[in-house]
């Protein structure tokens, strides 16, 4: 309190130092209009008034003596004494405006604005403040309805910044609060997977070869991040169109996401299906329809589900015409092999009659697009191999990537008891004719890639 009183008197005895060094002293004795301060001296016997602004100076007090002179030490000092004073209270205030207290007192358009800002604090601190506001109840009904209203048309401007704590707060909203209608869950839910998915297919597909297909789930983020409030649940199931061939939406795939969740679900048309499609060589049309059922949480209460239509386009080459060329690099064997470092086999026993087997690839910069068939060679002296599954990579690809398959409990028992196993990567035409992007796959000739005595584990 005292120095909140020694700031105040300081403060004001330096705005009075300057006012007073401003208007300055009178110098000399030489008559002077008070009013505009011209100088008098010279004014003819007759006149009775100042020859710049017309005043009477022949009344009481209308004639002052001498010059006014500004004091310059004076307004130094008086601001001086100013800027301490200000200089400490500023120094309070902007350790005020830093702290989370101060969002206490915020209105909710400040926060909102502080939301939409670019410090990633400062948007953390408001969301954090409007989540706290909401779970308090201290946000009345026609509040709640008109922040609710801004995220929904801040999620549909697709030039606005887009923030997935606002995704969390609106989720929060409708959550703790019960107030969103079905129809703003589904505006909202629609933005969300809208702005995130999207159909893909390989773009030139060889007459008679599989054509891949997949939905991915990325790109920017509609929607809520999950975090500390939890999300919603998406599940997605879809029924697919080529020609006369259909997918019904009970036998397409299903998979779900929440949050800022990124993935895919691929899926290939086979050429027993591509052929009942009775498509022609040229730009043909993929339709999809996927389904959305969105819920509290996975396997929570359902909000709101819609249908979303969707389209890719795709070349058919005629039958002699590749869609994959073979190219042929020997000197890149070594550094493809450096690049693709299998973590171990992995055999899951589940009982007597049925087993499963998993591998998992590091794989960083591929120096050139591959494409393989992975068999397991056993290290007796038999040397059986067994084809294991396939997987492509374009180039410059750095993942970790999982194969795996069910495994006939013989041969589990065999690499079991051997404790290590063999495996070779032979080029394969088919699985980059099966990838969605592959237009080229490296290969040695006839020589696979041999990466050998690699771990086998188990787990029950």
């Not at 036998?251 to 949050?259: A, L, P």
Request: proline share 5%; net charge neutral.
């Amino acid at each position: 309190m005292l120095l909140v009183l020694f700031l105040a008197m300081l403060l004001t005895l330096g705005v009075a130092m300057v006012a007073q060094g401003w208007r300055g002293r009178r110098v000399g004795d030489e008559p002077h209009c008070k009013r505009c301060g011209f100088n008098l001296v010279g004014m003819p016997a007759d006149s009775a008034r100042c020859s710049e602004c017309g005043t009477d100076v022949t009344g009481p007090n209308a004639v002052v003596r001498g010059e006014r002179h500004r004091r310059p030490g004076l307004i130094v000092a008086g601001a001086a004494a100013v800027l301490i004073p200000l200089a400490i209270i500023g120094t309070g205030v902007g350790a005020m405006l830093g702290s989370h207290r101060l969002n206490e007192l915020k209105p909710l358009w400040w926060l909102k604005l502080d939301a939409g800002r670019s410090s990633a604090s400062a948007r953390l601190a408001a969301f954090r403040e409007m989540q706290n506001r909401v779970s308090n109840g201290a946000l009345d009904g026609p509040a709640l309805a008109a922040l609710v209203e801004s995220i929904l048309a801040r999620q549909a401007d697709a030039s606005a910044t887009w923030d997935t704590g606002w995704g969390d707060l609106l989720e929060s909203i409708g959550k703790r609060t019960n107030t969103l209608s079905e129809q703003q869950w589904t505006t909202y839910a629609q933005n969300a997977v809208k702005n995130a998915i999207a159909l893909r297919v390989r773009p030139r597909v060889r007459r008679g070869d599989p054509v891949p297909c997949e939905l991915r789930v990325g790109g920017p983020s509609w929607r809520g991040g999950g975090g500390s409030f939890g999300g919603l649940w998406i599940d997605l199931t879809y029924a697919a169109e080529l020609g006369d061939f259909r997918i019904g939406r009970d036998n397409g795939s299903r998979f779900g996401f929440s949050g800022s969740t990124s993935g895919s679900s691929g899926n290939t048309i086979e050429a027993e299906d591509v052929a009942r499609a009775h498509l022609r060589d040229g730009p043909n049309t993929l339709r999809c329809v996927v389904h959305a059922l969105v819920s509290y949480d996975q396997g929570g209460r359902a909000v709101t589900e819609f249908d979303i239509p969707l389209t890719a386009t795709f070349a058919q080459l005629p039958a002699g015409e590749p869609s994959v060329i073979e190219a042929q690099e020997p000197n890149q064997l070594l550094a493809i092999r450096d690049a693709l470092r299998p973590q171990g086999v992995q055999v899951h026993k589940r009982d007597e009659h049925w087993t499963s087997l998993e591998i998992q690839f590091d794989v960083k910069n591929i120096p050139v697009p591959v494409a393989f068939d992975v068999f397991l060679r056993e290290r007796d002296a038999g040397k059986r191999e067994t084809k294991f599954s396939s997987f492509a990579f374009p180039a410059g690809a750095t993942t970790r990537y999982g194969l795996g398959t069910s495994l006939k409990p013989d041969l589990a028992d065999a690499l079991l008891n051997a404790g290590a196993v063999d495996l070779v990567l032979k080029p394969s035409g088919t699985a980059a004719a099966r990838s969605m992007t592959l237009t080229e796959y490296w290969s040695a000739g006839d020589e696979p890639i041999v990466i050998e005595n690699v771990p086998v584990t188990t787990q029950k």
